[in-house]
Structures are given as C-alpha cells and as structure tokens.
C-alpha cells in the first residue's frame, strides 16, 4: 500500500514540473488564440463548471444541480454562507447555534462534523485535519455564485464527496471600470452587519483587482449565543501574456461565537422545558467556539494551444480554533430533577498545502468532438491539537444541574483531565482522468477514473488518561464514474449516470487509534436519470432527478468494556429519492414576474446494520437497525416562491416558503421531529432618480412558528431539540458605484 503512494507521488512530481516547465515555456499559436477565450468566465448564467470540472452548457450536465447566482443571493436577504443552501431540493442544514452548521444531503447522515458531504471554493477544497468542513472560511459577501451537485462526486474530487459537493464561486475583479457596493444591516436581536466589495483594473488590460471586507456582530434569539466575526477578502488577476493568467486571492475570517444550550428530551419525546425556559443557557453558561483562518491560493490559467489548457491551483492555509462546551449525550434524571452532560475543551491550529495540475485537451476523432482532462493532485495538512476534559473523576455525564433550582452540584470541584495531545501529518495524493466524447450529435458518454491514496500519522504525547504512543496509517482507493447525455433539442435533454465514492474511515484527530487503520473506507455506489426541460418557449424549466444510492462499510463509534470507545463497521444504507426544480418566467406578460418550485424525496434505510457496544451494568448490548429508516434526514423537503421587480418605478418584493418534513429522531425509530413551513418575504426600493442606491427589508418566520430545527437522539432514545429561528426583521441600505 505504502509503495503504491510512492509511486503515485513520483508520477505527481513529474506532473509538476512538466507544469512548471508550461510556464516557463512561450507559447506560440494563431492570432486567433491570443484573443481571450470568453468560455474561462464564470458568470455565464447557462455554463455550469463544477460537475464535470470542465465549462459545460447546463443542458449537457449530467447530475442533479442547483446555482444559486448572486442575485437570488440577495434577493433573499442571505446573511452568512450557510442560509444560501436554505430551499434547495434533498438539503437540510440543521440550524443550532453552533457557528459550524451540519449538513445533509440525500439523506445520508455524518459521522463527524460534514464528513460526508465536500465544499469547495474556487474549486479549491475546505477540509480540516479531521475530513471536517467548515462553513466558516467561505467569504459570503464576495460570492459570485454557488454550484451545489447532489451525488456522489469522488471520481471528480476525492475524499468526503459521498452525498455531494458545493462550490462557492469568487467574483472575479472587473476589468474594464471601476464597480463596488456598500451594504449596511441591521436586524433582530441587534444584528449589526457591515460589508463592501470594490474593483476595478489597476493596470489597463494587464492587472485588475477587487477587495471585500465583513464585520458582524449580534446577540442571537437565545441567551449566551452572541457572534462577532470580520473578515476581509482580496482577488487579484495578472494577465501575464494574451494565453497565460493568474488569479491570486487572500482570505482572512475571525469568527467568535457563544453557544446556547440544547433543550432535553424526555424518553417519550416530549420537550423538559417550555415557554421562556428554552431560551436559557442551562448547561455550560460561558459554552463557546472560536475559528481564525488565513487562505492564500491561486489559480494559473494557460492556454497552450487553440485545443489544449492546463489549469494549475495552489493552496496554503493556517487556522486556529477551539470549543469549549458541552460534548455527548444529556443524562436526565426527573426523579433528582438533575440533568448530567460532559464538557470538553479543543484546540487546534493546522497548516495545509494544496497543488493540483489538471490538463484539458478538445479534439474532434471521426468527425465527433472529444474532451479529455487529467490532472493530479497533493494536499498536505499538518495540525496540532489539545484536547481537555471537565469533570469528577472523568465520569461522562459529570456535570449535574438541578433543573428546578438552578444548582450546580459539583461546579465547583470540577477537575481537569489533560486528555491528548497530538501532532498529525496527513498526505492526500491523487490521479484523475475523464474522457467526455459525442457518440452522435445529440448523445455524449462520459467516462471518468480517479485514485486516491491518503495517509495519516500521529503522534500521541503521554497526558492524564493515556500513554505515549505514534498511530499510522494508509489507504488507497478508485472512485470511477460514467454517465450519458441525450440532448433531444436545445431544450430538452435526459441523462443516465452511474457514480461512486468513498471516504478514509479514519475518523477526527481525537479519536484516532489502532483501530481505524484496519478500518475499510466506506463505499457508495450511486444510480440516477434525469431530465431538463425549457418547455413554453423557455418560459418555463424543469428539472427532475430520480435516484438510487447505496453505502457500505459505515463507520460506528462503539464502547468496549475497557471503558474506551472503539470504532467498526456496520451493515448498509439505501437510499431511494427525487429531485426537481422548476422555474416559471412570466417576463414577457408582466415585467418581473416569476415562480418557483423545488422539491426533494428521499427514503433512507438501514439494511443489515448491527452493531455490538458494552453498557455499563448491563454487558455486551447487540443492536440491530435493519430496516429501520435513517434518523437526521426527512423524507420531504419544499421551497416555493414568487419574486416580482417593476424596473421602471424600482420597487419589488419577493415571498417564499420553506416547509421541511419531520424525520426519525433515534436509529430505533421510536420517535419522530416536528415538521415546520417557514413563510418569508422582501420588499425592496431602487428610486430611479438615485442611481445605485437600494433598500430592502426581509422578515424571515413572518407567523413566528414555534419550531425545533435540530433534534438527536441515540440508541437510548431522544436526547435534545434546538428551537429555530423566531420572527427576523432584517432591514439593508446598499450603495452600488
């Protein structure tokens, strides 16, 4: 296994310097190809580039999508890059008040934080150390588009793509003048929003740059659950011959956040606390989390001949964060009137490095037009974490409260337990090809291959519960796709796709041990046809995508009777799902006037899944979900809508509703969630008289629905619900120049 990394990473290195040796290189070809290849720019609304990593006319992709362009962004007062992916079909975002939000797509559940879904942005990807995501490194209000591609996508980008990928597109710098935007917020719970973005060229036809910059602040809708984040994002574009561009950008965000307490769960599903006592901070009053993050990259763009580019990204990132709060389960006891719960204390700083060369090449073989890409890839990640923990004696469930009273048995006796003190190396090495070529002139096959081979190494320094000790570990795996594409007309085309993926299984930094490198990666196969359709003179879209997927070798934390906890795998998944997207523009009758409707299914059952964990008085416990259905993910999710602008006088207003179905709390499906519809409206003013001025007002919850939008449970039963997010007034000044 190790020698096959070897190799993998020599063949890399020749890669790159051949790479190195393009840019070196003049490149001569016609006049015609010094012209500047128009199909590079994103922001063509039909071109679609993240689903093949090549541009692609949107009739001509294969997968289930959704892009999300900057102006539906704003349309919908979007405050961070979370409440971007709110509507979209088959995608739920457990919204607590965690600042790192999970989530789901196709009804595929995490391990760990995001560890099956993957994010990128610039196409450059955004894991942690542990194969986490987050959310907090996207600069939001610098956001050109979002690509989100449900489905496996391993074959394409590696690791974590299991459920899909979302791809947050930077504005490129305006070339020919100067353009900007200023937007002042302010909301409920004294929300205090500042953010600008400024370019235009710096140096005529050769450089051209933009900058963006964020400070937010607010006291959140629960007690101790305050935010104050900035950051600040800067995009620079060198044309350095009429064939060869670099974009460079830096990103920096520093994001602080307290964190409210979940609500308990009875074993009957019934809620501990209501009224005014939910929105108390019962547990860890001073429970919060932190995250600095630096982020330099670049993208180098050549164009060798009139068929041939290559497409070199470089990536290196520093981040700092830490959590101190609750962490596990909630042990309720109503007899004492007690609630017990575990608090833990992370640190972590990591360093990552990331290079990939990828080579994409037109040409026509027997008349029909070919498009082959091969690229390779390394990522580097290097961290250094502390984990500690409170308690009395290191007993879970420690830390007691009397519910009624307020009393804190044992605060303050609680002890510390150094409990790691790690450093860890990470390698990612990969190799990827796809060959996309026209069968006829209205069907395209599309085959693709990747290899991924990842390594981790860490070492552990002797603390209060462990001994010293060094864990290492390798893995290797291919990830191949295929699909075909059957353009009927201009408007109307069908697709048939096969996909796999696949994750390491070697779970986060902290609970890394022996075990895991015997751990398989977990595989999904995935299976899906789809159509899109312009129907009306284009006056109205649609989009439909049946699908079925299946997940083995599923990564389970379980306890063994040496009181530690142990990872294995379980059983398989299946999902069975549908997903559309329609969009009805009535421009023509009535200037501004337009509907939508999203809709997302998805069946999510375990199949001979079981498991064995020791429970403390009881013994050796065999639990068996099969055929139980998948809790965190409902079954039925909606968003539905109507947007109207009268360009001539300025005004417009925009209401939608997002309605998410109830799902199984437990993996023994003893208990359900709560469905909930949220109703949403903007009105919005651009006085014609006042060029590039806008003011807008959003109000999010208009019924102000008591809901609960996260709820968790284990194989105990139900544990703890978040309330969502009440009655939100959101009111914006924007200048744009």
Not at 111 to 136: C, R, Y
Not at 242 to 270: C, K, M, W, Y
Request: net charge negative; proline share 4%; aromatic share 12%.
């Amino acid at each position: 296994m190790k020698s096959n990394y070897n190799i993998l990473r020599k063949i890399l290195t020749a890669v790159l310097v051949l790479c190195l040796l393009f840019v070196s290189m003049p490149v001569f070809a016609d006049e015609d190809a010094k012209e500047e290849d128009k199909s590079s720019v994103y922001v063509l609304e039909n071109v679609v580039i993240t689903a093949n990593r090549m541009e692609t006319d949107i009739m001509d992709v294969p997968a289930s999508l959704s892009i999300i362009d900057q102006k539906e962004i704003e349309e919908r007062g979007v405050l961070n890059a979370r409440q971007v992916l709110d509507g979209i079909p088959n995608v739920r975002v457990e919204q607590d008040m965690d600042s790192s939000p999970q989530i789901y797509m196709r009804g595929v559940p995490h391990f760990h934080n995001n560890n099956n879904i993957l994010v990128l942005m610039d196409g450059i990807p955004l894991l942690t150390a542990n194969d986490e995501v987050n959310m907090d490194r996207i600069p939001f209000y610098n956001i050109d588009r979002v690509e989100v591609i449900r489905g496996p996508v391993s074959a394409l980008y590696g690791r974590n793509g299991v459920s899909g990928v979302i791809n947050y597109i930077t504005k490129d710098p305006p070339q020919d003048e100067v353009e900007g935007k200023v937007n002042i917020t302010i909301g409920s719970d004294y929300l205090n929003q500042s953010a600008f973005s400024v370019g235009g060229p710096v140096i005529e036809r050769k450089s051209s740059m933009s900058v963006g910059g964020i400070f937010d602040t607010g006291d959140g809708w629960r007690e101790n659950t305050e935010h104050k984040a900035r950051g600040l994002f800067v995009k620079n574009k060198l044309m350095l011959s009429n064939d060869t561009d670099i974009l460079l950008h830096f990103n920096r965000h520093e994001n602080e956040q307290n964190l409210g307490s979940p609500v308990p769960l009875r074993a009957d599903n019934t809620l501990l606390f209501t009224g005014d006592a939910q929105e108390s901070c019962w547990d860890v009053p001073d429970a919060r989390k932190f995250d600095n993050n630096t982020l330099f990259a670049a993208t180098l763009n050549q164009k060798l001949t009139q068929s041939t580019k290559l497409q070199t990204k470089f990536k290196y990132g520093h981040e700092n964060r830490g959590y101190y709060g609750q962490m596990g389960g909630i042990d309720l006891d109503e007899e004492n009137h007690t609630i017990g719960w575990s608090v833990i204390e992370l640190n972590s700083e990591e360093d990552s490095y990331f290079v990939e060369p990828q080579l994409t090449w037109k040409s026509v073989i027997a008349g029909r037009e070919n498009r082959f890409l091969i690229g390779g890839s390394y990522e580097r990640i290097e961290a250094d974490d502390l984990t500690g923990w409170y308690g009395d004696e290191f007993q879970w469930d420690s830390w007691r409260v009397n519910y009624l009273t307020g009393d804190r048995g044992n605060r303050n006796e609680k002890l510390f337990w150094q409990s790691g003190d790690t450093t860890t190396r990470s390698d990612y090495v990969a190799a990827f090809m796809q060959d996309e070529f026209d069968v006829t002139t209205k069907a395209t096959l599309s085959l693709g291959l990747r290899y991924d081979t990842f390594f981790r190494e860490t070492l552990y320094r002797a603390t209060d519960t462990g001994e010293a000790a060094k864990v290492k570990g390798d893995k290797d795996h291919f990830s191949p796709k295929a699909s075909i594409n059957y353009k009927w007309t201009d408007s109307i085309s069908t697709y048939a796709t096969y996909a796999h993926a696949f994750n390491p299984n070697f779970g986060p930094i902290w609970m890394y041990n022996e075990d895991y490198t015997f751990m398989d990666p977990e595989i999904v196969n995935s299976y899906e046809v789809g159509i899109r359709a312009g129907l009306l003179d284009r006056l109205l879209l649609v989009s439909m995508s049946p699908f079925f997927m299946k997940r083995e070798n599923i990564l389970v934390m379980v306890s063994g009777d040496d009181g530690q906890s142990h990872p294995d795998t379980a059983g398989q998944q299946e999902i069975v799902g549908l997903e559309m997207e329609s969009n009805l523009n009535l421009d023509k009758f009535l200037d501004g006037l337009s509907f939508f409707f999203n809709y997302g299914y998805a069946q999510s059952e375990w199949k001979d899944f079981q498991y064995e964990s020791y429970v403390w008085g009881t013994g050796w416990v065999t639990y068996d979900w099969s055929g139980k259905n998948v809790q965190v993910m409902p079954e039925h999710n909606f968003s539905t809508g109507m947007k109207y602008f009268n360009s001539d006088k300025g005004y417009g207003f925009n209401i939608w509703y997002d309605y998410m179905g109830e799902w199984w709390v437990d993996p023994a499906n003893t208990c359900k969630s709560e469905a909930y519809g949220l109703l949403n409206a903007r009105i919005y003013y651009e006085p014609p008289r006042i060029k590039g001025l806008g003011v807008s007002c959003t109000v999010k919850n208009i019924a102000d629905k008591k809901y609960y939008a996260y709820w968790s449970g284990n194989e105990e039963g139900p544990e703890s619900a978040y309330p969502g997010e009440p009655l939100t007034v959101i009111g914006s000044v924007s200048m744009y120049f």
